[in-house]
């Protein structure tokens, strides 16, 4: 199957700092890509729809000023935590669905974020 | 939006018995179904799916029913071995075409172990 890239698998930061996620799409184009994000013994909840080339489209309740989102290719997302706090600790996992080829979205390995 | 319940939560099952779990849905336009396990630390693996168009589907051990009149979808597992536990989530989405496939509702998760 195809294969989609998160980097870093896993991220320790300061409060306060910002970090950066990507969502890379290795064999395949994808014009979009979602994120989603898990906390421990939950369910993935879907946060925003990354659309290359133009704005996000973030769900009800996510901040966008806080998770900038930028897709400025065909194969890459990138997910940005701003001014991070503990509580933005999570795991955040990325899918793309293959550009005009109807399949599945695949998902990405998620990256586990620690905010100390 | 769409909202998907999930049972159980937790199914221990003993090597070779089988499995199922159910999934219910609210949204009667939700029209494609899959199903995911995830292993520790790692991003959900698409197992199987299902199209509203199809009651029920299999691949080898693994099968899906689907009932659109009542909304629910079933996941099957047969002969179950260890290495099957792990945590299943099924999905629920609205697929107009391409992309779309990546936005999804997830359930709850249900932790399934299987002990040799």
């Known amino acids: 199957g195809a294969v989609v890239s998160q980097h870093p698998s896993w991220v320790i930061c300061k409060s306060g700092t910002s970090v950066k996620i990507e969502c890379r799409s290795l064999d395949f184009q994808a014009t979009t890509m979602f994120w989603y994000r898990q906390f421990p013994k939950q369910s993935l909840m879907l946060m925003a729809t990354s659309n290359e080339g133009s704005k996000a489209t973030y769900e009800q309740g996510v901040e966008k000023d806080k998770f900038l989102i930028n897709h400025a290719s065909l194969t890459l997302s990138t997910l940005t935590v701003t001014s991070a706090h503990p509580e933005d600790s999570s795991f955040y996992i990325c899918?793309?669905?293959?550009?005009?080829?109807?399949?599945?979205?695949?998902f990405g390995q998620g990256t586990r974020l620690t905010v100390v | 939006g769409e909202n998907v319940e999930q049972h159980p939560s937790t199914l221990s099952v003993q090597e070779g018995d089988s499995a199922v779990i159910k999934c219910t849905y609210s949204?009667?336009?939700?029209?494609?179904f899959p199903w995911y396990k995830q292993e520790l630390g790692k991003g959900p693996q698409l197992i199987i799916d299902?199209?509203?168009?199809?009651g029920e589907k299999k691949d080898q051990r693994i099968a899906v029913t689907l009932n659109k009149t009542a909304k629910h979808f079933s996941l099957h597992i047969t002969e179950t071995q260890p290495e099957d536990s792990a945590v299943y989530f099924c999905a629920a989405s609205y697929n107009a075409g391409g992309t779309s496939y990546g936005k999804l509702t997830f359930g709850q998760g249900t932790i399934l172990t299987v002990h040799p």
């Open positions: 949204d009667s336009a939700s029209n494609y």
């Open positions: 299902i199209r509203s168009n199809v």
């Open positions: 899918s793309a669905p293959p550009y005009r080829q109807n399949t599945e979205a695949f």
